[in-house]
């Protein structure tokens, strides 16, 4: 009896044993399973992360950024009813919202509400309760109605915020408002909205970066380009100076030169004259004579030339009417053309204005540089004027470009850096100085001539003369 | 009988001997014209004789050409002058509109064209108030 008795109670023990260890089980079951739950759930929010920092690592913008990120803020917190991402504008003066599943508020001070908050925190936060309803209480009337019309539910029972920071820098803020009790936010959803934040933070920052450096490359292009511009623009000056004082000390030698000439030109030329006086007029040294004065004549022309090289022809600055010019030049050299098979075709822009100048002597470079072209067309050809108005850069003046073509025989490429020097002709009895002389008339009106040529194809003068208000 | 005299002053004997001989040449015996080499030499022909016209170079310098004509234009004011020059330039025209130069060429000038002005200068009125702002001759080449 007394062993059965026994057996009993130890039956009751091992049976309450077996009791308490199931109820154990159960409990440890239960833990089990929603420690497993929350691995899953763990686990499907670093999934989550991970695509987004994929998605974010091949995003080239920085809108499709913030868009990218509020979408999938939304669904790796359930039971947010709205999602902000607020970004500091430039001057620092204020939130600007820049993505939400709803329309929002745009906060005017940088510490204005929940984004505000988000923005001074070091570290994500979580408000509930009355936190919430302090951090609520700061927005102005205005603000709470915007607030109240983008959420789905009002007042948000809890709110995640985390500021966006690089390098401790904070440029922004995430903000989700919770709006469901059964997902109220739990602070174990502060590191993710933290690693959302510094996810999209760091998205953003090398999407500004790779923005800003593209910027200052294309500045540095832009820079690189105007560098590239001004030097060669100096050189053309320093080139043109170098010539220019070419010309002045070849022109100051000229001028005294035909100044030492003239005396004894004089003489010689009167003597002849006196000469010829005595002669009867059927003498046979009439015809040397006027060899002679012919002779001493064309001196006495290349004298004149080389001394207006230093000084040009007294002429008065005026307006002048450009293509008025070129008309009148074609005119005068008119039956010179018809005599060298000349076709003659002048392209002259109605937009051209009066600009200050000499005419004369702009007509003489016009002369100079037709008579040349059609000293270029033995055979005959086309000589074509054209005139047009441009403006090289924005700050430049307008300016005249004159181009004169012609169909002729072209210039050689080794007698084209010499053109514009004294007393460089390729002609037999050229004196070198006629597109020395335009040149340098061209300079003193502060243009500039140029010359394109192509063997046997033909040659364009191009004049460039700055306007002036008239 | 020459009843007309012209001075000509040029330190280019050259020059002066062919205008000389060209003048007289073209105007005829009623003209005696002389020659002085220099602006001192000029100058007194000029104070102690009865010109009718001082032609005169003032050369590369032109300095003592300007002190002549200066003291033309003060002692003998009735006389015309005419600038002759292989030495033409803007700056040396304007001194001698500026002494009150009323005719002015420049060399190489061919008779033809000399003679004009020449006669002109011969022909103009001795009245010195007409003096100063007398046609300017002005021939260039």
Redesign the interface.
């Known amino acids: 009896m007394g062993e059965l008795e026994h057996l009993q109670q130890r039956i009751a023990v091992l049976e309450h044993r077996l009791s308490e260890a199931s109820a154990h089980a159960e409990i440890v079951e239960r833990e089990a399973a929603l420690q497993m739950s929350r691995a899953v759930d763990l686990s499907a929010r670093l999934s989550a992360i991970l695509s987004i920092s994929a998605a974010l690592l091949i995003s080239r913008d920085v809108d499709a950024v913030v868009q990218l990120v509020v979408r999938e803020a939304v669904s790796l917190f359930p039971g947010t009813s709205a999602a902000h991402l607020f970004m500091a504008d430039s001057e620092q003066s204020g939130l600007v919202l820049r993505a939400a599943n709803n329309p929002a508020v745009i906060f005017n001070r940088p510490s204005e509400g929940l984004a505000g908050k988000a923005l001074l925190s070091p570290r994500a936060m979580l408000l509930v309760g009355p936190q919430l309803e302090s951090a609520l209480s700061d927005l102005r009337e205005d603000q709470i109605c915007a607030l109240r019309d983008n959420l789905k539910t009002w007042p948000p029972l809890s709110a995640l915020l985390a500021p966006l920071r690089v390098e401790g820098q904070r440029f922004g803020a995430l903000v989700l408002y919770g709006g469901v009790h059964a997902h109220l936010y739990h602070p174990r959803d502060l590191p993710f909205i933290q690693a959302l934040a510094d996810l999209a933070a760091v998205a953003i920052d090398e999407l500004s970066q790779r923005n800003r450096a593209a910027a200052l490359q294309r500045d540095l292009t832009l820079t690189q380009s105007l560098h590239a511009e001004a030097q060669a623009r100096l050189s053309a000056a320093q080139a043109q100076i170098l010539q220019s004082a070419k010309l002045a000390a070849v022109g100051e030698l000229s001028a005294s030169v035909a100044h030492e000439i003239n005396n004894p030109l004089y003489a010689a030329r009167n003597s002849l004259y006196l000469v010829e006086q005595d002669l009867d007029p059927d003498a046979p040294q009439r015809a040397f004579l006027a060899i002679a004065q012919q002779e001493l004549g064309r001196i006495a022309r290349i004298i004149t030339r080389m001394r207006d090289f230093y000084r040009p022809a007294r002429a008065e600055l005026a307006a002048t009417n450009i293509n008025a010019l070129l008309r009148e030049t074609l005119e005068l050299v008119q039956t010179h053309l018809r005599h060298g098979h000349i076709n003659a075709a002048a392209d002259l822009s109605s937009e051209i204005p009066l600009i200050i100048a000499h005419a004369d002597q702009l007509r003489q470079v016009f002369l100079n540089i037709i008579l040349n072209a059609c000293d270029a067309m033995p055979d005959g050809g086309d000589l074509r004027v054209k005139t047009r108005l441009f403006q090289a850069r924005s700050e430049a003046p307008m300016t005249i470009e004159i181009d004169i073509c012609d169909t002729g025989v072209g210039i050689p490429p080794e007698h084209r850096p010499h053109l514009f020097e004294p007393f460089y002709t390729t002609k037999a009895h050229g004196t070198g100085l006629g597109l020395a002389i335009s040149a340098h008339i061209v300079t003193q009106h502060g243009g500039r001539i140029m010359v394109e040529s192509e063997l046997r194809q033909g040659s364009t003068f191009s004049i460039l003369l700055p306007t002036s208000d008239v | 009988m020459p009843h007309r005299q012209i001075q000509i002053c040029d330190d ?1 004997s ?2 002066a ?3 000389q ?2 003048l007289q ?1 073209l105007l005829g015996d009623r003209y005696c014209i002389t020659i002085a080499s220099t602006p001192n030499a000029a100058w007194l022909v000029c104070a102690h004789g009865n010109i009718d016209l001082l032609i005169v170079d003032p050369g ?1 310098g032109g300095g003592s050409a300007g002190a002549l004509v200066r003291a033309m234009h003060a002692f003998r004011p009735m006389t015309p002058i005419l600038v002759l020059t ?5 700056g040396l025209r304007a001194k001698m509109r500026d002494l009150g130069v009323s005719y002015y060429a ?7 064209d000399l003679l004009p002005i020449v006669t002109s200068a011969l022909r103009m009125t001795p009245i010195p108030d007409a003096f100063f702002p007398k046609l300017y001759a002005c021939h260039h ?1």
């Open positions: 280019d050259s020059a001997l062919i205008t001989r060209g040449s590369s292989a030495y033409d330039t803007p420049a060399k190489p000038i061919d008779f033809k080449r």
